[in-house]
């Protein structure tokens, strides 16, 4: 009876890891033969672990990655460009830290996305915030909350983002609002927050793609100061994976 409200009360105050361990060590025998200061050791273990693996999830609900890529899963095998000691370094996450950006250029079906989610889930699994948005997508919000009043406090909410992740970004014409959203966002995040933007353009074509060239300056020189590049090519790698 003792030992049931102990696991109640434990749960109560949310520390259901330990609630869990306890459970566990008084259902093994083995268990029995450590020291009261090994058991209590292991029982906080098993805590932190449990409250580190909860922060991950909701850091991967938050996120919305468009897919479940991690960053043990890539492919270096396909000759697309991508080299293993410059992934070590993204895949720290570091860049991410220091305020740096990141930008994934090359043709359909290379990997892009695959790759941006990937160092997305890392970023989550590092305790880093990530929001993940298709820039058709982002657009979209952005028309819709220019209508209902609701910009600047959609503006607020992505400036909160450690890293953002901008997938597709060139796919579509921009409008002069656009252009002038697109601007606030990069600002809102230089030298503050990581920006993640893949795009089939060439990093050359982003300027003519954009099109009011004062805006275009300010963006560009925004997004490359502090940059890093991950120029990807080859055949579409769709032929043989379902990678989008």
Known sequence: ?????????????????????????????????????????????????????????GLLRKARLRQQAC?????????????????????????????????????????????????????????????????????EELRIAHADGSYLKLLTQ???????ILDDFGLDPLSQQDQLDLLEIIEDRHQLKSILITSQLSIKDWHDYIGEPTVADAIIDRLLNHSHKLELKGDSMRKTEKID
């Open 158 to 164: 992505l400036a909160r983002h450690e890293l953002l």
């Open 1 to 57: 009876m003792l030992l049931e409200q102990t696991l109640q009360r434990l749960r109560a105050l949310k520390l259901d890891g330990i609630a869990v361990a306890l459970e566990h060590q008084l259902s093994q025998p083995e268990f029995h033969q450590l020291s009261f200061e090994e058991r209590i050791s292991m029982l906080v273990d098993r805590e932190v672990l449990d409250r580190s693996n909860r922060r991950i999830t």
């Open 71 to 139: 960053v043990e899963d890539i492919d270096y095998q396909q000759p697309r460009g991508l080299e293993k000691s410059h992934m070590a370094t993204l895949i720290t996450c570091d860049f991410v830290r220091h305020h740096h950006h990141l930008l994934i250029t090359g043709p359909t079906g290379c990997g892009k996305s695959w790759i941006a989610c990937a160092i997305g889930q890392q970023a989550c699994r590092q305790g880093l915030t990530v929001r993940y948005l298709r820039a058709a997508k982002l657009f």
